[in-house]
């Protein structure tokens, strides 16, 4: 009886056009506006398009037809401070990004970066997820400083 209750609520979800918000292919953000992220290389990369997505979601001042922002990456990571026994225990993570944002008539270009300085962990694997950490947290601030950026040149305009 549980069974055909549980696939009974499933047949009925599906019957009313109920679709997962973050369903592969079906993403909310993926229909966030007419501003496409093309893909960025690399982890930090899928991450600074998933945070540029969720910033685009409202959209840009005066873009109402289709556009492809085009962004590339740099990252550095620098160590500085050490232990005695030679391991790291403070360093920074700075990232750079050209972007273009291509609209029919005509396309907008710049460039911005952010540094995050993180602690590095004694424990074991600790500086792998400091660096993680530290990665997403500057490809979050990059992506609010590109849009920002894009805003203030759309404005201008």
């Known amino acids: 009886m549980k069974h055909f209750l549980a696939a009974f609520a499933l047949l ?15 993403s909310a953000l993926a229909a966030g506006g007419p501003i496409t ?7 930090s990369g899928y991450i600074l398009r998933r ?4 910033e685009l979601a409202i959209g840009l001042p005066g873009v109402t037809e289709p556009a492809t922002l085009n962004v590339v990456l740099t990252e550095n990571l620098t160590r500085l401070a050490f232990k005695p026994d030679g391991a790291a225990s403070r360093s920074s993570l700075s990232a750079g ?3 273009v944002l291509a609209r029919d008539n005509s396309a907008i270009s710049g460039s911005t970066d952010a540094v995050t300085d993180f602690s590095v962990p004694a424990q074991p694997y600790g500086d792998i997820a400091a ?9 979050r601030e ?8 894009l805003r203030l040149q759309l404005m201008a305009d």
Do not use: W
Request: hydrophobic share 35%; net charge positive.
């Open 131 to 139: 660096q993680t950490s530290a990665a997403d947290r500057t490809m």
């Open 97 to 99: 990004a050209r972007y």
């Open 37 to 43: 992220v093309e893909p960025i290389n690399g982890r």
């Open 12 to 26: 009925s979800l599906s019957a009313c056009g109920f679709q997962p918000v973050y369903a592969p292919g079906n």
């Open 51 to 54: 945070a540029l997505q969720q």
């Open 142 to 149: 990059l992506a609010k400083r590109i849009v920002q950026d």
